[in-house]
């Protein structure tokens, strides 16, 4: 699929301004659909690709493929194609929390690490409340996927409308960052702590940061 998807972005760039605005949007539109195969997602895609090729090339536009309401197009072509099978979904389920993980992890053991040998702010250890921290790891991963789709149905829903890049980016940027950053500073503060106790050393935090990300990506490269 990986090929596919080179080859893709290779000829994108043969069209002229408004036929790969109109052919990304598509694209993106299509892409989004969760619960479609990718292979013969981007088999469609790239055979969309092509026929846009050969019409600009014979001097017509994305109109006489996609015609007008190229939306309603897109809606034709998703429901048109394959399920994904339930292994792929845990998959992709599986690698955001992996990533999710990864990046807290990873993050807080750096950032700690800097605040101990950088200004003696912190202690080699840290203290963690083994039922507190799986309700913030479980809550957390359902923030984010929540936020995730969100985000991704915006965008899917910005397709073929004229919306401001800026607004498009504060937007998302609002949704992905400030709503998620304030649950996971009120789960912090106000949740207290519940069941045994456990200390760990600050440099196994960014450890096992890196190996959720190495999961992840694997799982990414695999798909």
Same mark, same amino acid.
């Given at each position: 699929m990986?090929?596919?998807? *080179? *080859?893709?972005?290779e000829?994108?760039?043969?069209?002229?301004? &408004?036929?790969?605005?109109? @052919?990304?949007?598509?694209?993106? @539109?299509?892409?989004?659909?969760?619960?479609?195969?990718?292979?013969?997602t981007e088999e469609v895609l790239m055979e969309l690709l092509d026929h846009l090729l050969v019409l600009q090339a014979e001097g017509g536009d994305s109109s006489e493929l996609? %015609?007008?309401?190229?939306?309603?197009?897109? *809606?034709d072509i998703v %429901? *048109?194609?394959?399920?994904?099978?339930?292994?792929?979904?845990?998959?992709?389920?599986?690698?955001?929390?992996? @990533?999710?993980?990864?990046?807290?992890?990873?993050?807080?053991g750096l950032i700690r690490k800097i605040l101990l040998?950088?200004?003696?702010?912190?202690?080699?250890?840290?203290?963690?409340?083994?039922?507190?921290?799986?309700i913030i790891i479980i809550l957390g991963s359902i923030t984010i996927s929540v936020v995730g789709y969100s985000v991704f149905r915006y965008i899917k829903w910005s397709c073929f409308r004229d919306i401001s890049k800026i607004k &498009?980016?504060?937007?998302? %940027?609002?949704?992905?960052?400030?709503v998620p950053g304030t649950v996971f500073f009120a789960m912090y503060f106000w949740l207290p702590p519940m069941g045994p106790m456990l200390t760990v050393p600050v440099y196994w935090l960014g450890i096992t940061g890196a190996v959720f990300l190495l999961v992840a990506e694997i799982l990414r490269r695999k798909d």
């Open positions: 990986s090929t596919l998807v *080179e *080859e893709n972005n000829k994108r760039n043969q069209l002229n301004k &408004e036929n790969k605005k109109i @052919y990304e949007d598509m694209m993106v @539109y299509i892409r989004l659909s969760f619960n479609k195969s990718d292979q013969e996609f %015609g007008s309401d190229p939306r309603q197009y897109a *809606e %429901g *048109e194609l394959p399920h994904t099978v339930p292994k792929e979904m845990m998959a992709l389920f599986v690698m955001g929390i992996c @990533y999710f993980l990864g990046v807290y992890m990873l993050s807080t040998y950088g200004f003696q702010q912190m202690e080699p250890t840290k203290l963690y409340s083994l039922g507190t921290t799986a &498009e980016f504060l937007a998302t %940027g609002f949704i992905f960052g400030i």
